[in-house]
């Protein structure tokens, strides 16, 4: 664990001395396509909720013949 922080340092470092427009290019690169991964998959878990919760409420035919007293 120690080296990956070690690594992450090293990154950091270099990255806090480059200039700022580089720096938003950069993390544009990386966080764009970050976030586009995060959404389609935030949109994939709503839409299994959203069936299992239609499931649950979805209409069931109605039993003929007996009454309700």
Do not use: C, N, Y
């Not at 878990?45 to 009454?67: I, M, N, Q, W, Y």
């Amino acid at each position: 664990m120690s080296a990956f922080l070690q690594f992450w340092d090293r990154v950091e470092l270099w990255l806090v001395t480059l200039p700022f427009p580089l720096q938003v290019v950069i993390m544009l690169a990386m966080g764009i396509p970050l976030f586009l991964a995060t959404a389609v998959l935030v949109e994939k878990v709503a839409d299994v909720l959203v069936h299992r919760f239609r499931v649950l409420v979805a209409s069931r035919p109605a039993e003929t013949g007996k009454e309700v007293r």
